[in-house]
């Protein structure tokens, strides 16, 4: 069983329909493309989260799909 870290569902339904319609394009782009299969996935998760969410820093977000990155969001709103 997954460790859930979070306190709540902070995911409805139409987030894991959105990410799983993202991991499909990535697999149409790398099949067609023969691109670097996680630049592939890491790039059409961040065109979803851009065109949902006007305040998405997508180069925040890149930084942060690196191993060892730290993925933990601020809680006091700092930018980055």
Same mark, same amino acid.
Do not use: T
């Given at each position: 069983?997954?460790?859930?870290? $979070?306190?709540r569902n902070?995911?409805?339904?139409?987030?894991?329909?959105?990410?799983?319609?993202?991991?499909?394009?990535?697999?149409?782009?790398?099949?067609?493309?023969?691109?670097?299969?996680?630049?592939?996935?890491?790039?059409? $998760?961040?065109? $979803?989260?851009?065109?949902?969410?006007?305040?998405?820093?997508?180069?925040?977000?890149?930084?942060?799909?690196?191993?060892?990155?730290?993925?933990?969001?601020?809680?006091?709103?700092?930018?980055?």
């Open positions: 069983m997954a460790n859930h870290s $979070l306190s902070k995911f409805a339904k139409r987030h894991y329909e959105a990410i799983a319609q993202a991991m499909q394009d990535a697999r149409m782009h790398i099949r067609c493309n023969g691109i670097e299969q996680m630049e592939c996935v890491v790039n059409i $998760l961040a065109d $979803l989260f851009a065109g949902d969410n006007g305040m998405f820093k997508r180069d925040r977000f890149m930084h942060a799909c690196e191993p060892g990155a730290n993925v933990r969001a601020r809680s006091n709103g700092g930018s980055r």
